[in-house]
């Protein structure tokens, strides 16, 4: 015969514990607010930006390709070679890789200097 739960103190403890997760907490928030701007409720701000997703394209950022591209390039040098690839993409990988001895990013080579600078215009 099964146990009939009928008072919270028969629910397990661990999942009496569990709490909403501050994700859904910023989530809840964030459509609060926005619903509060919607009807008028005066705020020092015009809209709500929730990144509480992780997801920065979903707030409508750009996606970082060019970082994500120079890194893949660095990992894989061979894709130096990769016409497909921004050519800014390349000179910058490049440059990273001729700073690195060896060039390659791995660090089981053995490094002859110590501290190099590598200076980069800023866009």
Known sequence: MQKVMTSLQDVNPRVRGIRVSSQSALQSLAEKTTREITQGVPKPFKKVIDVSSGDPQRAGMK????VRQVLAVCLCPELLREEGLPL?????AQRLLEACDGES???DK?????????????V
């Open 105 to 107: 990013v791995g660090k």
């Open 110 to 122: 053995k490094t002859k200097t110590k501290n190099k600078k590598i200076i980069f215009p800023t």
């Open 88 to 92: 800014d993409v390349r000179l910058r």
């Open 63 to 66: 996606p970082n390709s060019f």
